[in-house]
């Protein structure tokens, strides 16, 4: 156990809807990344926030949005949801520097119908 | 050309080999990390280095940094180390850039 988690597991939902993917990172840590792993491009740095700023952007699409709150969790908003947005979704979290090891939460299975 | 590559993409091997997965990249890191992913889809961080060797239980690290070649080996191998292993660059201390994996699977 990590001690990043992730809500919800699994995520069903139809084309063109919104949904809202949460992360808690682990007690103490200030980053949180957000990583999209799909069948065809791997695994992707989508967007890191660092004590609530964002700090560095990837491959996040403008229909992609995310916020880290005061209390340090992190939710990834996905709109507009095309078949191919289906993908795992991770969050990690590192400690105060920005070289500090990331730690994996347990993912979350986004399939759009 | 991918910043980073891995070697072999598919490794099956007997139980109590020993396994050597490999990773070259080709910009500048601040650290990289080996990951593994079980069937389930959960990642588990292995290891960070940014030089030398690292050693946890059978697993061994070893990165060299003016060649840009990590490697990763397992000794003694079982089937439970059957996964995914993969290499991940440390960029600017924030983005990991990711290897396509390495599949492992070790027979009993």
């Known amino acids: 156990d990590s001690g990043v988690t992730q809500t919800p597991k699994h995520l069903i939902t139809a084309t063109g809807q919104r949904v809202t993917l949460r992360c808690s990172p682990r007690?103490?840590?200030?980053?949180v990344y957000w990583y999209q792993q799909s069948l065809d491009q791997g695994l992707q740095f989508l967007i890191q926030y660092y004590n609530g700023e964002e700090r560095a952007k990837g491959n996040i699409l403008e229909r992609f949005s995310a916020q880290q709150f005061p209390d340090l969790h992190s939710e990834l908003n996905l709109s507009s949801l095309e078949l191919g947005d289906s993908a795992l979704y991770f969050c990690?979290?590192?400690?105060?520097?920005?070289?500090?090891?990331?730690?994996f939460g347990p993912g979350t299975r986004l399939t759009v119908l | 050309k991918n910043e980073v590559e891995q070697s072999p993409q598919n490794l099956t091997a007997q139980e109590g080999e020993f396994i050597t997965i490999n990773c070259s990249y080709s910009v500048g890191i601040s650290a990289l990390h080996w990951l593994q992913q079980h069937p389930g889809g959960g990642i588990v961080s292995l290891f960070m280095?940014?030089?030398g060797k690292k050693k946890h239980g059978r697993l061994i690290a070893t990165i060299n940094i003016q060649e840009k070649h990590s490697s990763l080996h397992i000794t003694a191998s079982h089937p439970r180390d059957s996964a995914v292993y993969i290499c991940?660059?440390?960029?600017?201390?924030?983005?990991?850039?990711f290897g396509e994996g390495t599949q492992l699977t070790v027979n009993p």
């Open positions: 991940a660059l440390l960029e600017g201390g924030s983005r990991l850039t």
């Open positions: 280095l940014s030089s």
């Open positions: 007690s103490g840590d200030l980053s």
């Open positions: 990690a979290s590192a400690g105060t520097s920005t070289n500090n090891e990331q730690f």
